[in-house]
């Protein structure tokens, strides 16, 4: 019997939402330090492993969205049916996602060995910077089932609530991470260098680390592991409710490299210092949003359980203290970065003109940071609610509806700042749109206690005919 409760559904939103984030931002920092680690060491092994690790940076990211998509379709499912005190049936959606996430990572492992050497091959990796991006990723794709069982584990215990003990293992992650990564790249006592590979096996004995105290502690903490036979009817539904969530926010977030990738694309044709200045400029502006990250990430498992619990205003508070809190940090950080535009940028360059291209960036997008942030969370709360769809649909739209085709026109007119306010327009234009939809469909909401079915009807008016299927869809809690 799981013993888990549902942390979400009572006290006051914001108490909530403050402490889960002041731990969750720990988690965040060392997400990011991860591959920062693994760049610094490899960097002292000169400039073409340095090369080979830019190679693997795509496919990599890839691979992480698949397996963020297969973790949020874990989490949103089981923290619903936690909202709703059906406690065995999250712990049996836990356990049956973690054996549905162990099966596609080993699928997976399977398809990038055999197809690896094709792919690098078309990204230009060519002789040595080939070899030994194929030493990285054979070790990566031969370690995906720990990879996701880590990923996966470490956000179920964000949606149980429990984000003290995520930020303790992720820091934990973390410090073996930094630990090993000289150990196995350069060689220590009966350790020998491994180089580049020795990096992948790092991070591979720390992720095993963490993956095996996570599930230990969903297991003995929380009880959402049940060790039962399960028949092949149960599982088949079982996993039909997780993909359902999973596949269209794997999707989604697979847009985001995509989009980065067309946007370098561009840039290039404006010469190495635009491209070099857009990617450092790109780097400065993750800073501000490590905070907003932290806060956003309870929203799904928030949302999700008080939506199984059917306490739907306190999803409508929630929603209006986290975007009107991200509206509002984004602008201020943004009034900070165009403040002090030329004092930031001489800590990436010295270059002038990579500078000038820089300050250029961030005089324009940073207005668009408020609502790229808003439109990320109308996505989480989408999710939460029980509409994946939505979510995936609003990065289709930011990405493949406005961001692309905007900056090809930048391309089309031979102008860089075209770029930029490309990013900009594509921004304020699915944020708001974004902000729309979610107040519409939370304030459709019955209720509190009654099952939220059909109850967004209305926001189907905003699409066209063919589009309302996906808008309206049925709002009806999963399982028994």
């Not at 930020?167 to 009966?190: M, S």
């Not at 969903?218 to 969530?245: Q, V």
Request: with cysteine.
């Amino acid at each position: 019997m799981s013993r888990t409760k549902a942390n979400f559904t009572t006290g006051p939103i914001f108490a909530a939402m403050l402490r889960t984030a002041a731990s969750v931002i720990i988690g965040t920092l060392a997400i990011s330090a991860y591959n920062l680690t693994d760049t610094f060491f490899v960097a002292r092994l000169g400039t073409v492993p340095m090369a080979a690790m830019g190679f693997t940076f795509p496919v990599v990211m890839i691979v992480g969205c698949l397996f963020h998509g297969m973790s949020n379709g874990i989490m949103t499912t089981a923290a619903q049916a936690i909202g709703g005190r059906r406690n065995v049936r999250a712990a049996k959606l836990v356990t049956s996602g973690m054996m549905l996430a162990s099966l596609f990572s080993v699928a997976l492992s399977v398809t990038g060995l055999l197809t690896s050497p094709f792919i690098f091959r078309c990204m230009g990796a060519r002789g040595e910077a080939f070899e030994l991006t194929l030493e990285y990723m054979n070790v990566f794709f031969g370690c995906c089932i720990i990879t996701s069982l880590c990923e996966c584990s470490e956000r179920m215990i964000v949606g149980v609530g429990d984000s003290l003990t995520y930020a303790l293992l992720t820091a934990l992650g973390l410090v073996l991470n930094v630990i090993l990564d000289p150990a196995f790249i350069f060689g220590v006592g009966p350790i020998p260098a491994y180089g580049i590979r020795g990096a992948a096996i790092a991070t591979a004995i720390s992720q095993a680390v963490a993956a095996a105290v996570s599930l230990a502690v969903l297991s003995m903490k929380h009880g959402l592991i049940r060790l039962e036979r399960y028949d092949f009817i149960e599982l088949r539904k079982l996993w039909g409710t997780i993909t359902r969530f999973a596949v269209p926010t794997a999707l989604g977030m697979i847009m985001m490299p995509i989009g980065s990738f067309v946007v370098t694309w561009v840039a290039a044709h404006f010469g190495n210092v635009a491209v070099a200045g857009t990617a450092a400029a790109g780097r400065l502006e993750l800073i501000a949003f490590v905070i907003p990250m932290s806060f956003g990430i309870p929203l799904i498992p928030m949302g999700s359980q008080n939506f199984g619990a059917r306490l739907y205003s306190r999803i409508r508070e929630c929603r209006f203290i986290a975007m009107c809190f991200a509206a509002t940090y984004l602008f201020l950080m943004a009034v900070i970065y165009v403040t002090f535009a030329d004092n930031l940028v001489v800590l990436f360059s010295e270059d002038p003109e990579v500078k000038r291209i820089m300050v250029l960036y961030l005089a324009i997008v940073c207005w668009g940071f408020g609502m790229i942030e808003v439109h990320r969370y109308s996505g989480f709360f989408y999710i939460g609610c029980g509409r994946p769809e939505m979510a995936a649909w609003l990065n289709a739209l930011r990405i493949v509806g406005l961001l692309i085709p905007l900056s090809l026109l930048a391309l089309e007119y031979e102008s860089l700042e075209g770029l930029f306010l490309a990013r900009l327009a594509a921004d304020v234009v699915s944020g708001a749109i974004g902000w729309v939809l979610v107040i519409r469909m939370t304030n459709g909401l019955p209720e509190d206690g009654r099952v939220a079915t059909r109850a967004v009807r209305r926001e189907g008016r905003v699409f066209p005919h063919w589009l309302r299927s996906i808008a309206v869809g049925q709002h009806r809690i999963d399982g028994k």
